[in-house]
């Protein structure tokens, strides 16, 4: 599967943005997906993900009420909604998939889409 995110922008404070992840592939539905962000300096975290069966999701602790990960299965598409945006949530945020995996949604990403930029100014 082959990922390409985009909606990233320069927001304020309080903001939102949602960010749209195209993927390829007519698998598209047996992937679970997920966000990841790195900021400058920083390691690549673990944002949010979405079961292929989209019975489940998962979020860091530090987006929990703020942001909101949807798919759509029909269009071979994945959103994260950002509401209540913060400057630490600036970074590169990632799109990835994975295939084949049980149990947690935070690991085991094998496909990952390019990144877009989302700045967040206080």
């Known amino acids: 599967v082959q990922l390409q995110a985009s909606g990233g922008g320069l927001v304020q404070a309080g903001g939102s943005l949602r960010l749209s992840c195209a993927a390829s592939?007519?698998?598209?539905?047996?992937?679970?997906l997920g966000w990841f962000r790195q900021a400058p300096g920083k390691e690549r975290e673990f944002v949010t993900a979405?079961?292929?069966?989209?019975?489940?999701?998962s979020y860091a602790e530090f987006v929990k009420g703020r942001f909101t990960i949807s798919r759509d299965n029909a269009k071979n598409m994945v959103y994260l909604q950002m509401n209540s945006l913060k400057p630490e949530d600036t970074a590169v945020y990632y799109c990835?998939?994975?295939?084949?995996?049980?149990?947690?949604?935070?690991?085991?990403?094998?496909?990952w889409g390019q990144g877009t930029q989302v700045t967040v100014s206080s």
């Open positions: 990835a998939a994975r295939s084949g995996w049980t149990g947690r949604l935070d690991r085991g990403y094998g496909y």
């Open positions: 979405i079961s292929y069966s989209i019975s489940t999701t």
């Open positions: 592939g007519r698998t598209f539905s047996t992937y679970d």
